[in-house]
């Protein structure tokens, strides 16, 4: 999805949290898909010249429009992923730690099942594999943070200046 941060970073952004289902529209508007095929189109990063003038047309759109309603949608993300934290930590639940497992073991299960060729390649398999992908970035960010905080950081210390 590095393609897609580059070209359209509101909408992966978007993509990445609660607000999946407003970039998932946006996204299949703009391209003109069904929203059912927006993973798999993201997973390919297959998308002509006119795909791509139309997903920044959406991006700028939908920009435009999160200022206007005040959206930050990394912090919405952020967030999300704090509640889901407290929620964990209260209630102890066991749920998100099994889930997390067998997400793992699957995503990783797959991977080795085609580099070893135990599994053929096919198209629903790749996009369980993205799937899996894309749950298994969710459970990294949701246990040990997300890269975003550290890249606005990052950017952050690299503008600033030294002090003596």
């Known amino acids: 999805m590095d393609w897609l941060r580059q070209i359209a970073p509101t909408i992966a ?9 407003l970039a998932v529209d946006a996204v299949s508007k703009a391209i003109g898909i069904d929203p059912k095929d927006v993973q798999s189109t993201i997973d390919q990063g297959k998308l002509s010249a006119d795909q791509i003038a139309q997903l920044k047309t959406a991006e700028i759109a939908m920009a435009a429009r999160a200022q206007e309603l005040g959206l ?3 912090k ?13 930590a209260t209630t102890q639940s066991w749920i998100p730690g099994l889930m997390a497992i067998f997400v793992t073991i699957g995503f990783f299960g797959i991977l080795i099942g085609l580099m070893t060729d135990h599994f053929k390649t096919s198209d629903a398999l790749m996009l369980m594999l993205g799937s899996l992908g894309t749950a298994w970035t969710g459970i ?19 503008k600033s200046t030294p002090t003596s």
């Open 140 to 158: 990294i960010a949701f246990y040990f943070g997300s890269s975003a905080g550290s890249q606005k950081k990052d950017e952050l210390l690299h």
């Open 72 to 74: 930050d949608f990394e």
């Open 76 to 88: 919405i993300a952020v967030d999300d992923r704090k509640s889901a934290r407290q929620m964990q």
């Open 13 to 21: 952004t978007a993509l990445g949290g609660p607000l999946a289902g």
